[in-house]
């Protein structure tokens, strides 16, 4: 059962309250932000919970077991903090949120009444709809190593040590021309070889996709023209002129680690695993253990 603080008590047992919602969002880099569905800001523990975004939530699922706990926040994209190209960004992606229910006459009573993080984020132009999970949800996520035959490292990561800062991983470019919101052509890359920035993260620094990141699908070129695939299409169109820098990417793979980054000493992969039709043969004299192919040959 859950036990509110005295005067909140008291002021839900008076018959008449005065209550409002409040969102204290911490993104990952750091940014403390504060949204209320009252209609005027209100301000405690040194943040200010702003009115402007017009924030409302669903109903709390919560449960004294393991499940997660989820709601729903919506919103309109008015806030100067909350808007589109932060949200396409990724900047909320995992955000630490806390839910207080606030006695708006007097902020000083208040209690919390869901902690977790921002979960799956869908938006438009105009609004946007955040799924909020609860602290079980961390119970969810593989923790330590697992064996499998890909790399678990991150490219550019510590494990990894590829450099994605040298000039031989990243490179600036333009779009020419697009023929969507997730495809286009480019110029100021033709130094690359083609499938150099498959799997790559590609982010806007003009044009009205600007701060936007995402992941390129494919990368391919021919004696005149660069052409980019992004995995999803982007918010605003995409127009000639506008500029980008983007990374390169890994398939994780131990070809691509040796061929593409000669980096093949620091994967982090387990690529001689025995594959599952080991399971499904039968032994012979011959064969072999290397994880590709049959895992046992018949003898002739």
């Given at each position: 059962m859950k036990i509110?603080?005295?005067?909140?008590?008291?002021?839900?047992?008076?018959?008449?309250?005065?209550?409002?919602?409040?969102?204290?969002?911490?993104?990952?880099?750091?940014?403390?932000?504060?949204?209320?569905?009252?209609?005027?800001?209100?301000?405690?523990?040194?943040?200010?919970?702003?009115?402007?975004?017009?924030?409302?939530?669903?109903?709390?699922?919560?449960?004294?077991?393991?499940?997660?706990?989820?709601?729903d926040i919506s919103g309109a994209l008015q806030s100067d903090h909350l808007n589109e190209a932060d949200l396409a960004g990724g900047l909320y992606d995992n955000a630490a949120l806390t839910l207080f229910v606030v006695d708006w006459s007097a902020p000083e009573n208040r209690d919390i009444l869901f902690a977790g993080s921002i979960g799956e984020v869908s938006r438009g132009r105009t609004g946007f709809t955040?799924?909020?999970?609860?602290?079980?949800?961390?119970?969810?996520?593989?923790?330590?190593?697992?064996?499998?035959?890909?790399?678990?490292?991150?490219?550019?990561?510590?494990?990894?040590?590829?450099?994605?800062?040298?000039?031989?991983?990243?490179?600036?470019?333009?779009?020419?021309?697009?023929?969507?919101?997730?495809?286009?052509?480019?110029?100021?890359l033709t130094g690359f070889a083609e499938g150099r920035f498959d799997r790559g993260r590609l982010v806007w620094i003009s044009g009205e996709n600007r701060g936007a990141a995402m992941e390129v699908k494919f990368h391919t070129r021919d004696d005149v023209h660069t052409s980019f695939t992004l995995w999803e299409t982007m918010p605003y169109?995409?127009?000639?002129?506008?500029?980008?820098?983007?990374?390169?990417?890994?398939?994780?793979?131990?070809?691509?680690?040796?061929?593409?980054?000669?980096?093949?000493?620091?994967?982090?992969?387990?690529?001689?695993?025995?594959?599952?039709d080991i399971l499904t043969s039968y032994p012979g004299r011959t064969g072999n253990d290397k994880g590709g192919g049959s895992q046992w040959q018949s003898e002739k």
């Open positions: 509110l603080p005295p005067d909140l008590e008291a002021s839900l047992l008076s018959g008449v309250t005065t209550l409002c919602r409040c969102w204290r969002l911490q993104r990952v880099d750091g940014l403390v932000l504060g949204f209320t569905d009252h209609d005027r800001d209100l301000a405690f523990d040194g943040v200010t919970y702003e009115a402007e975004a017009g924030m409302t939530a669903s109903a709390i699922n919560a449960t004294g077991a393991l499940n997660i706990d989820t709601t955040c799924e909020m999970r609860g602290l079980s949800h961390a119970l969810n996520q593989p923790v330590g190593r697992l064996y499998q035959r890909c790399c678990d490292a991150d490219l550019g990561d510590d494990r990894c040590g590829v450099d994605l800062g040298s000039p031989a991983n990243t490179g600036a470019g333009t779009v020419t021309a697009a023929t969507s919101n997730s495809t286009f052509l480019a110029s100021g169109d995409i127009a000639p002129g506008d500029a980008f820098n983007v990374a390169a990417g890994c398939d994780k793979s131990t070809e691509s680690c040796a061929a593409k980054f000669g980096n093949i000493a620091n994967f982090r992969g387990f690529p001689f695993l025995p594959g599952n």
